[in-house]
């Protein structure tokens, strides 16, 4: 079945739909289809370079805003399998009409959604239920020296996070804010 994309305001960031199989036996969700995104012009050529899986227990828990700096930058594929997570992309595109936005999404195994991030685009996520996991499919490769991101907290930015901020890592809370 044919995966629906919803745009969103920021160019390039898209919420991925898509429809499960269900049967008395349970479940099957098709995930990722290489094709079928090429087909509707957002992953493009681009191929899979990385996958990362990550557990976080605490509510109101904040991972982000990080992104990999040119000539590493990344697209990502975030999913949520386990939980419920507010997860929110930044445009950071010095070039982009929408430098400086935000839009987030809540992703559940339920609504079977995906949000889409391009290369440019800050990710980041607050968690809404304990014990959620993601799944990360990214078009390149992590490298320590292109690591970056902003402040989740950034006034410029006014995300509106759902929670209070709770358990920020020190490398999150070291993060700069965006140049005046």
Known sequence: MLAELRRTPISGVFELLAQPFADHRGAFLN?????????????????????NLSRTEAVGTIRGLHLQADPHS???LVRCLQGRVWDVAVDLRQDSATYGHWHAVELTPKQSNALLIPEGCAHGFQVLE??????YLHSGTWEQEAETGVRWDDPQLGIAWPLPAADLSDRDRSLPFLPS
């Open 31 to 51: 995930s990722f289809r290489a094709q079928e995104l090429a087909f509707m012009s957002s992953w493009g050529d681009r191929g899979i370079a990385q996958v």
């Open 74 to 76: 990344e697209a990502k």
């Open 130 to 135: 304990a014990g959620s996991e993601l799944l």
